[in-house]
């Protein structure tokens, strides 16, 4: 019995001596790799086996500026990795009684108050979580994305007046508006704020102690988040973001951040069934659900996934031929994603902020992750050609906005008034206030938390924004005989104040 006992000991240390080397290669990988891309100013990692963290790290700077190094409960913008979170919700929410998710939205408020229901007739509560509501809005979703200047009435009122079809026999169609749709009937229909319901519902029990869906909370709890960069520019580096989020822009399609700490706690309860800590934290059957696959999806084949199908806020799919759930999220400054691997009992979830590479940086460290713990590479070598393949992205895309820069900084102004004529405040009732302003003898246009400095258009009498950097976009300007009297901006008229 000694030596049974004996053998099996060596065993498990053979086992975790295996494992180890394994992470350590992982590691040095990371560092390796993140030396090359000076664009990536940090970046945070968990790997989660079976029930437990098996390897938390993080590089690199949260602010590059105050040389803040990131750490494990440093919060990062997680995007469109919201919809883990809200799907979980929802589906908890059914199961206690508050609703169907096969209930159509127009037995709830606002949408059963309305004269015309006919274009959100035969839409449940699941096609909007699913994306196979067949209908979109974009003035609600710029509203409550880039702008944040609204109230409960505005969110109705575009609602009411905005929403068209997608044609498209509701089939699925990725965007965030169904996740608006269902932030607005938890308000009008029970008077529920879904931020609240996070916080008491998941954040809580799940003891995510540094995730919110409020800027607010994050700058009076001085949590000191990780600042939002984007590296398009001509020198490669970080620069900070000009779109700072606040809590009106924090949406229930996107509008958590959350701490790497905190992503690994979210891992391990979705791939154990709700448990965490040794307790159900949320039933099991709401969990099977948001896993669940509800509409069929067609998968790129160059994506880290292969895409089959949508849960509740969850993608489904593959992953080299295992079943892999999971979703990404990117915004101005940010990238995330939370996935795993159910049959393996294997998950990573990788944080960046930074917008333009921290995708394709990201997915490339957890591709070799996930390669080298299921034992498909065993050394970095293996991995130099994707690597190059990185390496050549990143240079394509510095070397097309270049190259593009410097073609407009040929352009001249066309424009017939001088540029203060253009200075004033607009406004369009689906989109909200445009003010346009003088900085340093340059425009600079706000819309809410969406700002930037105007530059030549080539066109005349308009003015080139990047609310989004490196997404260019033109708004002309109609003027009468001393001044603009309105711009127009994706197809919509501001009229000035």
């Not at 169904?178 to 529920?192: K, M, S």
């Not at 000191?224 to 973001?241: F, G, I, V």
């Not at 590479?357 to 460290?365: K, M, P, T």
Request: proline residues 2%.
């Amino acid at each position: 019995m000694k030596h049974f006992f004996l053998a099996l000991l060596l065993c498990s240390q053979a086992t975790l001596t295996a494992q180890q080397a394994k992470i350590d290669s992982i590691d040095h990988f990371i560092s390796k790799t993140l030396a090359g891309y000076k664009e990536i100013p940090g970046l945070a990692i968990t790997i989660v086996k079976d029930d437990r963290a098996v390897f938390t790290k993080t590089y690199g700077m949260a602010d590059v500026q105050q040389q803040r190094p990131a750490t494990a409960s440093t919060p990062y913008y997680i995007a469109s990795v919201t919809k883990t979170l809200v799907g979980v919700l929802a589906g908890q929410l059914a199961h206690e009684g508050l609703f169907s998710l096969n209930d159509p939205i127009t037995r709830f408020a606002p949408i059963k108050n309305f004269e015309d229901q006919s274009i959100f007739k035969d839409v449940t509560l699941q096609d909007l979580l699913s994306h196979t509501s067949g209908i979109a809005n974009v003035p609600l979703g710029w509203m409550l994305t880039n702008s944040g200047e609204y109230d409960d009435d505005d969110l109705v009122r575009l609602l009411r007046e905005e929403t068209i079809s997608r044609y498209n026999r509701k089939a699925y169609a990725y965007d965030n508006f169904g996740y608006h749709v269902f932030r607005i009937i938890l308000q009008e229909e029970f008077g529920l704020d879904w931020k609240k319901l996070l916080r008491e519902k998941v954040f809580a029990p799940a003891a995510m102690r540094h995730s919110t869906a409020n800027m607010s909370e994050v700058e009076k709890k001085s949590w000191h988040m990780a600042e939002a960069y984007t590296s398009l520019n001509d020198k490669r580096t970080p620069k900070l973001s000009q779109l700072i989020k606040n809590d009106q822009t924090m949406h229930a399609a996107g509008g958590i951040v959350s701490s790497i700490e905190d992503m690994q706690r979210w891992l391990i309860l979705n791939m154990n069934q709700g448990r965490l800590d040794g307790r159900q934290v949320i039933p099991a059957e709401v969990i099977a659900q948001a896993h669940s696959q509800m509409a069929e999806t067609r998968g790129n084949p160059r994506r880290l996934f292969q895409d089959s199908g949508y849960g509740l806020g969850w993608n489904t799919g593959t992953y080299d031929g295992r079943s892999a759930i999971y979703h990404t999220g990117g915004f101005e400054g940010y990238y995330a994603l939370a996935s795993f691997l159910p049959e393996e009992g294997l998950g990573i979830s990788i944080l960046v902020n930074e917008t333009h590479f921290g995708d394709n940086v990201g997915n490339l460290i957890v591709s070799y992750a996930y390669d080298v713990l299921l034992d498909k590479v065993t050394e970095a070598k293996a991995y130099a050609q994707k690597k190059a393949q990185v390496t050549q992205q990143v240079n394509r895309l510095q070397q097309a906005f270049a190259a593009d820069r410097q073609r407009r900084k040929s352009r001249e102004w066309k424009h017939s008034k001088a540029l203060d004529a253009f200075s004033g405040t607009y406004y369009n009732e689906e989109m909200a206030e445009m003010k346009v302003t003088l900085v340093e003898g340059r425009p600079q246009i706000s819309m809410g938390v969406s700002k930037s400095m105007g530059s030549q258009s080539g066109e005349k009498d308009a003015i080139r924004v990047e609310f989004r950097d490196g997404r260019g976009e033109d708004i002309l300007f109609v003027f009468g005989k001393k001044k603009a009297v309105a711009a127009i901006y994706r197809n919509r008229v501001f009229y000035r104040k």
